[in-house]
């Protein structure tokens, strides 16, 4: 398949079709007749669809397949470009979202059937601002859904602009297996990503591990102390670890590792009750992110 979405031919969509393509967070699949321009309806479903993808990582929607179970299942029969053009879709989503969004790119794509209708392929860019739609509101992508904004949510992508955007992703690894006890030792590190236009100089990540599982740091120590964690209480260390050599640039990502612990036959009653570790990151001016990881998440017990 053509990797760029506003080149799509008819033998793409038929990929997707044969292939019984997932949608996803940026791919989704509608029915022609969802585009009727001529139900208000339709428009405003149309902006808040479109807004949602600007608003999250951008995507691309394609108007003329039919899903089921949220996978293509086959073509219908199109678009009438006589009665929907091209120029009249990209009238009713700029009237319609607002601010504007730049870049979006509408594909006519043949269906060559009898009526010569075609299929839209309609790609959006990840904006860098929030957008509202017709309904007043602001959405954005999760799973296969359009979905309200949290306050928090909006001020986050209107800030894409002034401060870089750093996503951690925590992994573990098994170092050393000790054959004579049921105690096995583990990295744990965090890839971080920026998903901004912006490069990140600095940062700084703060982590509070249970020290009862806790072995030894790449950090520097700052000390324990009794503190809750979704209800639980377990005593902690805080690991603190800044970075201003490394910047990460935008759409790339660093992976630091950051501390050894170890889960044995009497730690594995910690599972029961969940441990987690909480973390904080900072990065240049922008707001501190906050956040916490279950150790089950992120372990094969």
């Not at 509070?208 to 209480?233: A, C, H, M, R």
Request: hydrophobic letters at 35%.
């Amino acid at each position: 398949m053509n990797f760029n979405s506003d080149r799509w031919t008819l033998t793409d969509l038929n990929a997707l079709v044969t292939g019984e393509a997932e949608e996803s967070s940026t791919l989704e699949f509608k029915r022609s007749d969802s585009l009727n321009l001529n139900q208000e309806k339709a428009k405003s479903e149309l902006s808040k669809d479109i807004a949602s993808f600007a608003n999250s990582a951008g995507g691309t929607i394609v108007y003329g397949i039919i899903e089921d179970n949220n996978c293509a299942s086959a073509l219908d029969d199109g678009i009438d470009p006589r009665t929907i053009d091209k120029e009249r879709l990209e009238q009713v989503i700029n009237s319609r979202i607002k601010p504007r969004i730049i870049g979006i790119h509408i594909n006519p794509v043949k269906l060559n059937n009898a009526q010569d209708n075609v299929a839209y392929v309609i790609t959006i860019p990840q904006s860098s601002t929030a957008h509202q739609s017709a309904d007043k509101r602001y959405y954005r992508r999760f799973n296969f859904l359009a979905t309200a904004m949290e306050d928090h949510e909006i001020r986050d992508v209107m800030n894409r602009n002034r401060f870089p955007i750093i996503e951690p992703e925590f992994s573990n690894a098994l170092i050393k297996n000790n054959s004579n006890s049921d105690e096995h030792e583990y990295s744990l590190s965090v890839t971080l990503k920026n998903s901004s236009s912006l490069r990140a100089n600095q940062f700084k990540l703060e982590i509070y591990f249970p020290q009862k599982l806790y072995i030894e740091g790449s950090s520097t120590l700052v000390g324990g102390k009794n503190y809750s964690l979704t209800d639980k209480k377990y005593k902690v260390i805080k690991l603190s670890l800044f970075k201003s050599d490394e910047p990460i640039f935008p759409d790339d990502e660093l992976r630091i590792s950051i501390l050894s612990y170890k889960i044995d036959e009497t730690l594995f009653g910690l599972v029961k009750f969940d441990p987690m570790f909480s973390w904080k990151l900072y990065a240049d001016d922008a707001p501190c992110v906050v956040g916490e990881t279950s150790i089950n998440a992120i372990h094969n017990f």
